[in-house]
């Protein structure tokens, strides 16, 4: 008996591909590469048990496989939908599935804050690739955004609840990759937030890997908080003897100062493997190990062109010169606004004003509180 | 008098206690079956009755026990699905409330059927004097021998249990309900594999309604041939309907699906006409979910012909002209009633249960109760009707689970039926808060198409 696998024939867009059984279609699109890749908001494949959720990746089935060649009636959720032999999938090709992903982006957008000019995440956010390639100029939602009540998770990560677009990918890191998940999703429906029962900070030697599969700015560094935009800093692949995790990491640099410590990521935005184990970084590599000498440097990290941050030129190692000072004979820049107390949303009617808002409006609420 | 198959014997006195059940011909069928029947034979007559999920999708119940994965040395799992909780839908609690032996009866059977050896009673968590009831049947089945270990002698061993829910409407929707019961958050579970494959702990499970189940009791009492004799077509047995409402006699009623709607609203033995003399303005037939009919097209089909009370029906001419059986919440609304305003309550109610999961429901459901609350209030656009409409196209379909289907349905057929009442509101945005649109043509005779 020959031991040679029988490989199904998926085509996505009238491309062609032999995949494994039990590839799903995301994957199997992925292979193929390019255009024809639906987008992933919530499915994370280091992840089991992820996706499903956002509904981005929709996709028309418009032939069910070579045995039973119905079309599926709905459009499926491509990352968790397997490919059967002979299956035909339409993604960019199909209105249908054109005109459901503008409505999901439009849904996710709808109670997003839509604060990227003050969020960490922006530059390497994919609510933000995903609003610029499948969105709508403009939102027909006239209603205040949803807010939620601060909460405190700890020294290393900050929680933007308002971001958040409940992917639950932060919950299955908790329960895969730490021995005990103290946050999960409480409420339901528009009221459900990421949340740690009665205000517990998430502490655990892996917990960092949230801020890595998050997809948009819910969880950020806080050790990096407002400390540049990701586009200013210089990416540098970098590794160190880790007797907790791989140690293989992405160095952002400016100049010779490491702002911030993040995991490799694929030209998916997941965290790369390594001998078929995705490589995670523990906490200490990611938070404590923020000077160069820490770190055997390796290059500078491939980037994507179409990405924002390969934008970037940086030019040797050296840090920028701080002319601030010398601009201003010495004396310090007047705070203009505190972004730190503006990092909300609805903290001023923007329909009311007359004009633009400026830190002028921002002042008035402050005085008037 | 159409025949009661289910609510015969509900008014006996004392039915709720084992003595009387027994007495009043109770438990012949777990006799029957486990005695002279394979479990083969059982599905095998649950088949031939046609009997259809009573639970609101109407599957045929012996097509999904024939689904059942039977792989060696797993378990398998009845539960039964009593989280009802489809506003204007309260017949499983009646039947629980007052003959709760019929259920177990069916569970016994059912499970010798499926060969599941632990079988559960999801309940509604608000039931919460029920589950007193159900424990203190099944005390009673199992004091005298028809639940525990060797039931009859036949080696068959089986235990129930009652388990509630904690309040929240997705937990009635299949997968949501196993993770709930297996003690997690109510998701909904992405579909595949399905539950006959891999539902609770992972091993095969049936999940089937209340009614289904105890509808299991007369289709072996009796046969399922005896049984598909009744009623219509593929519409077979009787059905529970739960009418409330602007009628004169709200309640729950067996019918035999072969009795049209408007005897079913006007005549005496059922809802007794609309109340307090006013007129039939619209009506769900199947519970919230399901669309919404106006008076013309709720009496008659789009073809002219007399609509009945069964499955084929009340869903004919799609949701075009159309609605759904659905799970029996037969919803009267008279000339006094604000469609806007009724479409906004729904609304709200969907937006406060959808599970926040997946994006186009716990983004969309919100959305559309804003705007049709501010339609109801008089401060609604001619576009916010447009808008309405696209949200909830771009709802339905594209949920994990029917959940954004039943949010959009409701919103997307009273617009279509009720558009004036939804431009009057944004038209005359002072009146709207002072009186109703009223009847207006909605129980005028609609012209029928001639065939092109």
């Known amino acids: 008996m020959s031991e040679e696998k029988k490989l199904f024939k998926v085509t996505v867009d009238n491309i062609t591909i032999d995949v494994e059984p039990g590839t799903t279609i995301l994957q199997a699109a992925r292979q193929i590469g390019g255009d024809v890749t639906p987008p992933a908001m919530c499915f994370y494949s280091k992840l089991q048990g992820s996706g499903g959720k956002c509904r981005t990746c929709l996709v028309e089935v418009s032939k069910g496989s ?22 035909e999938v339409k993604n960019i090709t199909s209105e249908r599935v054109q005109d459901a992903r503008a409505g999901v982006v439009e849904f996710l ?8 000019p003050i969020c960490d995440q922006a530059g390497e956010c994919h609510l933000q690739d995903l609003g610029y390639e499948h969105g709508k100029e403009g939102t027909r939602y006239e209603f205040n955004r949803r807010t939620f009540e601060k909460e405190d998770i700890g020294p290393y990560i900050q929680l933007h609840m308002t971001r958040c677009i409940l992917c639950y990918r932060c919950t299955y890191v908790a329960d895969q990759l730490t021995n005990n ?28 890997n949230m801020i890595d599969v998050c997809p948009v700015g819910a969880l950020t560094d806080k050790t990096f908080r407002f400390k540049n935009r990701v586009w200013f800093t210089k990416p540098v692949d970098a590794h160190r003897d880790c007797d907790k995790c791989c140690g293989k990491v992405t160095l952002w640099e400016r100049g010779d100062e490491v702002l911030r410590v993040t995991a490799r990521k694929d030209e998916w935005g997941e965290v790369q493997s390594y001998d078929g184990k995705p490589g995670w970084i523990c906490n200490t590599c990611r ?48 705070l203009l606004m505190d972004i730190h107390s503006v990092s909300d949303v609805n903290s001023v009617e923007l329909a009311a004003l007359p004009g633009p808002a400026t830190s002028k409006t921002f002042e008035k609420k402050d005085q008037s509180e | ?19 009387v059940y027994r007495r009043e011909g109770g438990y012949r069928s777990v006799e029957k079956a486990l005695k002279s029947m394979t479990p083969d034979e059982v599905t095998e007559e649950v088949k031939k009755s046609g009997l259809r999920g009573r639970g609101g999708a109407g599957f045929p119940t012996g097509m999904k026990w024939g689904f059942l994965a039977k792989p060696e040395g797993v378990p398998r799992y009845l539960v039964v699905n009593a989280d009802e909780s489809e506003p204007g839908t309260f017949k499983d609690r009646y039947l629980m409330e007052f003959i709760p032996h019929i259920l177990i009866e069916g569970i016994i059977t059912s499970s010798y059927a499926l060969g599941s050896n632990t079988s559960y009673i999801y309940i509604r968590g608000e039931y919460a004097w029920i589950v007193d009831i159900l424990e203190q049947a099944i005390a009673e089945a199992k004091n005298n021998g028809w639940l525990g270990k060797n039931i009859l002698g036949t080696g068959f061993d089986l235990e129930i249990y009652v388990q509630r829910g904690a309040g929240a409407y997705i937990c009635g929707e299949e997968t949501a309900l196993l993770e709930s019961l297996e003690g997690k958050r109510g998701n909904p579970r992405i579909k595949p594999p399905f539950p006959a494959v891999k539902g609770l702990w992972d091993c095969p499970t049936v999940v089937n309604n209340v009614e289904t189940i105890a509808a299991v009791v007369p289709i072996i009492n009796d046969g399922g041939e005896e049984y598909a004799k009744i009623g219509i077509g593929r519409s077979t047995g009787t059905k529970l309907i739960s009418a409330c409402g602007n009628i004169k006699k709200p309640g729950v009623y067996e019918i035999d699906m072969t009795i049209s709607v408007e005897e079913f609203i006007y005549s005496d033995e059922y809802c007794g006409g609309v109340a307090n003399g006013r007129k039939l303005k619209a009506c769900i037939p199947g519970g919230s979910s399901v669309p919404i009919l106006p008076a013309n097209l709720l009496l008659k089909t789009a073809k002219g012909e007399t609509r009945l009370m069964n499955y084929e029906s009340l869903s004919d001419g799609g949701f075009a002209t159309g609605s759904m059986m659905g799970s029996g919440g037969f919803i009267v609304l008279d000339d006094n009633q604000c469609v806007v305003k009724h479409t906004y309550t729904l609304a709200r109610f969907y937006r406060h249960e959808s599970c926040g999961q997946c994006s186009p429901c716990r983004e969309g459901t919100g959305w559309m109760e804003k705007i049709l609350l501010n339609i109801e209030n008089g401060k609604g656009r001619k ?21 954004g289907d039943a949010a959009a349905w409701p919103v997307a057929a009273a617009i279509r039926h009720f558009r004036d009442e939804f431009e009057w509101h944004v038209e005359n945005p002072d009146d709207c808060l002072r009186r109703n649109y009223g009847l207006a043509n909605y129980a005028d005779p609609l012209p029928i198409a001639t065939p092109a």
């Open chain 1, 66 to 87: 070579e045995k039973d060649p119905r079309p599926m009636p709905k459009l499926v959720a491509s990352c968790r939908t397997t490919v059967m032999d002979g299956m």
């Open chain 1, 109 to 116: 957008l709808l109670n997003h804050p839509l604060d990227c």
């Open chain 1, 181 to 208: 998940r103290v946050h999960g999703v409480l409420d339901r429906g528009d009221h459900a937030e990421i949340s740690t029962y009665i205000s517990k900070a998430i502490d655990n030697d892996f917990s960092g």
């Open chain 2, 1 to 19: 008098m159409s025949k009661k198959l289910l609510l015969d014997k509900a008014h006996v006195e004392g039915i709720r206690n084992y003595d």
């Open chain 1, 287 to 334: 938070f404590d190990k923020k000077h160069v000498n820490d770190w055997v440097i390796e290059g500078p990290t491939k980037v994507n062109r179409h990405s924002v941050i390969s934008q970037g030129h940086y030019i040797g190692l050296q840090k920028p010169n701080e002319t601030i000072s010398e601009v201003m004979g010495g004396r310090d820049p007047k």
């Open chain 2, 383 to 403: 576009s916010d009707i447009d808008l309405l409409w696209d949200i909830q196209r771009k709802i339905e379909g594209n949920t994990i689970c029917p959940l």
